[in-house]
């Protein structure tokens, strides 16, 4: 491939990538994103060379890796073009099948076919599938149709027409004032509006300015900026040069954590052909803008994703928070003004470029344009990334995309915005979701993990599990923080073992408050939330656990016995069986007991149990 | 020039001035223990507390990190800012309950200790991990013997790999800026010994009385950080038999 070396290079080559596009022609794509490669998408790949190379079909049908469709739990994911069927959980062992019935015939293999747990209804096409129906994917959608580590596919769904359009046709403040007219907030959590952390940066004084990509996402449960730099890495490229452009940066760096193994590789691919074909580097398309980009590895340290912290990372230092008084737009990178933005924030730049603020502002809500991609986990039917317009109500999110509560168990919370987010109760699931409404109801948008609790998810539990993963990812520096989440997590403890007395709650309220008001950085004082939140629509949970000294949830240990139901229990020993105490008593036959003072509460007797005998109290 | 409120009084401060110095300065007590004035400013002990209001927005911070600023009104003792201080110092004192300093604070900032059934504070070991010796030692004798390792709770002051440091020097800075007393020096005879850094080292004898009187590795650094060769025999004397 020869650099390109003007835009009518550029449009030279999408004609001629066009051209090669036969629309009739099947395409089979298959997600290699870590969720369906860690069910071996990788052989699935394979198994279909082989097959289309034993038909004689290798010519006819073509064959294509993409990033993560977002639907992982249903992975490994085969959606074949153009009539876009879609199978689920598919083994290499299914391909021969696939391609004779699918490929072949014409025909859908309805065993791989999604079926919906709820109603039972299986569904051929993947506009067709609750999941994706009711989701707006502007951004994520896209990862569905390009191979992230071929530069030509992005070019050839037009990608990188807006970074042209941009350097070429527009001076930097033209680029800028879309950018701000859009309203576009930072994804990253806090909502700051881009285009006047744009500008500051551009305004303050300084000969060398940097962009820079937080790609150093750790929040548990969320992976939503990973599927992004694994699935469209130039995307996210195309957005962080035209934002070098409008702002004067001549350098970016894009920091990765280093768990994210595949989105180091196809963001290395991806800066590296970008360079190659003079997307990236001096002179980009004959407009005289140069900009390079480097590839950080973060060192995986959760609090390095906070702007100051990784900074420091960046220059070589450890990821501690430095004190903000001095925004980074004006000094941040080695003290010069510095645009620092999340993954989702920078992929959004292409998009406006391209169709126009008006547009942009007609997707979301008022204040909040656009669409978010998050992570819906937890007691859904529906688990994975979705994208939808600012401002959808939670209620939506959870029961048409998500289909509702697992095994028709009943709602009980959403904890929203990562480990530092607060919990959601049921009164609040109209509320729609954005930067605004998320915060005022005592949670964040975070960088947008949302995980849903049923009624068998003690929120005493789940207080506790977020001090844990905080108190263990606190830098250190600032006391309030270090030794405010320890405390409040040796409190939870205590409660959920049921040494739990009167005064903790007042404790909890103050180690609370001081965590939250004394510390410096964004993860102390964001870290008392779930502790708040809980406290605050939960309380009785608390109280039930200190003064009766039970988990009316039942998840507790030291709060819950297991018995046996003699009405259901047919004594057919299973719980028996699995048991690795010797805790259940009686002959086979007839109705059998628990002996509590050898359980040790595991739990395994009611997964064994086929009639639901088996009850915790 | 920058002129700015503290307490609804006005007070001249210099540019690169922060908050705490300008109230220090100015004979207001703020309570800080991270703090040194010859020391760059760090912001982990969270003590010094106070509320700044610039323009619209009002916000509890860290004195030390807030640069002094035209124009802002600062308040030291709102109800708000004694909270702050009080709850921050019954966080602290639990780490280092034998340290006077530290006792004599939390008296004064109304945060006793209660060693009470219900909580169950792990004892530190008088480490409140502010810093000031690493700043110390990096910033004043510039040996950089010292730094944090670890994070959240385990965050501690080590020196590398945590055996004996070679670079340290025995000059004891370490020492004499901790607030809580928790690093210690023994001189024992010929030689010294710093407990905390795993470090003995090598006293120089005085030629005069034979009295050993300062490491001879602070002997050796001071006379090539300075280059100059004629302090030499300035040192084979002890300060008393010079």
């Known amino acids: 491939m020869n650099r390109l070396t003007s835009v009518s290079d550029m449009e030279k080559l999408q004609k001629e990538l066009a051209s090669r596009n036969q629309p009739e022609r099947p395409v089979v794509t298959l997600c290699q994103g870590t969720g369906c490669k860690a069910y071996a998408s990788g052989k699935i790949y394979k198994a279909f060379e082989k097959e289309l190379a034993l038909r004689g079909l290798t010519q006819k049908v073509s064959l294509k890796s993409t990033g993560c469709h977002g639907f992982c739990e249903q992975g490994p994911i085969i959606v074949i073009l153009p009539e876009e069927i879609c199978y689920c959980r598919v083994k290499p062992e299914d391909i021969p099948e696939i391609v004779e019935k699918t490929l072949v015939e014409k025909k859908t293999v309805d065993r791989l076919l999604f079926t919906d747990p709820v109603s039972g209804e299986k569904f051929a096409h993947e506009s067709e599938i609750p999941f994706y129906k009711y989701q707006r994917r502007v951004i994520f959608g896209k990862n569905r149709l390009v191979d992230p580590q071929n530069i030509e596919d992005y070019i050839g769904l037009e990608g990188y027409s807006a970074l042209a359009h941009a350097i070429t046709r527009l001076n930097p403040e033209k680029v800028l004032l879309e950018v701000k007219k859009a309203n576009l907030r930072g994804r990253g959590g806090a909502g700051f509006p881009t285009g006047i952390k744009w500008e500051t940066t551009r305004n303050a004084p300084g000969e060398k300015k940097y962009v820079i990509v937080n790609a150093d996402e750790g929040d548990p449960g969320a992976y939503m900026d990973r599927s992004l730099l694994e699935g469209n890495p130039h995307l996210v490229l195309e957005g962080l040069a035209i934002g070098a452009y409008a702002i004067g940066a001549r350098e970016g760096f894009v920091f990765v954590r280093q768990e994210y193994p595949l989105a180091l590789e196809n963001i290395n691919k991806a800066v590296q052909q970008a360079k190659e074909y003079g997307l990236l580097g001096k002179n980009i398309l004959g407009s005289g803008f140069d900009f390079d980009v480097t590839v950080k590895r973060g060192a995986g340290a959760f609090v390095s994703g906070e702007s100051s912290a990784l900074i420091s990372a960046i220059e070589g230092s450890a990821g501690e928070p430095r004190p903000k008084h001095v925004n980074a737009a004006v000094s941040g990178l080695w003290g010069s003004p510095t645009s620092l933005n999340n993954v989702e924030t920078w992929a959004n730049v292409p998009l406006i470029m391209n169709k126009g603020a008006g547009w942009y502002g007609s997707i979301g809500s008022d204040k909040n344009p656009g669409t978010k991609i998050f992570s819906l986990v937890g007691k859904v039917n529906n688990t994975g990334l979705i994208e939808v317009p600012l401002g959808t109500p939670l209620r939506n999110i959870i029961y048409d995309i998500g289909g509702g509560i697992k095994d028709g168990k009943k709602f009980k919370a959403v904890q929203t915005g990562g480990p530092s987010g607060g919990c959601i109760p049921e009164q609040h699931l109209d509320v729609p979701v954005d930067f605004d409404r998320l915060s005022q109801m005592g949670s964040m948008m975070g960088s947008g993990g949302m995980i849903v609790m049923d009624e068998k998810s003690c929120m005493v539990d789940v207080a506790k599990y977020f001090m844990q993963f905080l108190k263990e990812e606190s830098c250190g520096k600032c006391i309030s923080c270090r030794a405010g989440i320890k405390e409040m997590h040796e409190i939870l403890e205590r409660i959920t073992l049921g040494e739990g007395c009167e005064k903790d709650l007042e404790q909890l309220t103050d180690l609370a408050w001081i965590t939250e008001n004394a510390s410096l950085c964004a993860l102390g004082r964001t870290a008392s939330n779930p502790v708040i939140s809980t406290l605050k629509y939960f309380r009785e949970e608390y109280k039930a656990h200190i003064r009766e000294k039970h988990c009316p949830a039942g998840v507790c240990k030291a709060l819950i016995h297991y018995s046996i139901d003699p009405e259901r229990c047919n004594g057919c020993g299973r719980c028996q069986k699995v048991c690795s105490v010797e805790a259940v008593e009686g002959e086979k036959g007839a109705p059998i007991s628990i002996n509590n003072d050898f359980c040790i509460r595991c739990g395994i007797c009611q997964e064994a149990c086929r009639f639901n005998a088996v009850m915790v109290e | ?242």
């Open chain 2, 1 to 242: 020039m920058i002129t700015l409120t503290i307490n609804g009084k006005k007070y001249e401060a210099q540019k690169n001035q922060n908050l705490l110095q300008v109230a220090l300065d100015n004979g207001i007590e703020i309570p800080h223990l991270c703090y040194h004035e010859k020391l760059s400013p760090y912001g982990g002990c969270r003590l010094c507390q106070v509320e700044v209001t610039k323009g619209k927005k009002v916000e509890l911070t860290t004195s030390c990190t807030y640069p002094a600023v035209q124009g802002i009104q600062v308040e030291t003792e709102t109800p708000r800012v004694q909270r702050a201080r009080r709850l921050m110092m019954k966080l602290i004192l639990p780490m280092a309950p034998e340290s006077p300093k530290i006792q004599k604070l939390a008296r004064e900032l109304g945060a006793e200790y209660i060693p009470s059934s219900c909580r169950s504070r792990e004892k530190g070991d008088s480490c409140i991990k502010c810093g000031l010796c690493i700043r110390a030692c990096e910033e004043l004798v510039g040996v950089s013997t010292i730094t944090f390792s670890s994070k959240g709770p385990e965050r501690k002051v080590v020196p590398p790999f945590e055996e004996e440091p070679e670079s340290c020097i025995g000059c004891g800075t370490c020492v004499h800026v901790c607030p809580t007393g928790c690093i210690t020096m023994e001189d024992l005879g010929r030689k010294r010994k710093l407990e905390r850094w795993k470090r003995i080292l090598n006293m120089k004898v005085c030629n005069d009385c034979s009295n050993p009187y300062i490491p001879a590795a602070q002997v050796d650094y001071y006379l090539k950080r300075t280059g100059d060769t004629t302090l030499t025999e300035w040192f084979d004397l002890c300060p008393d038999c010079r």
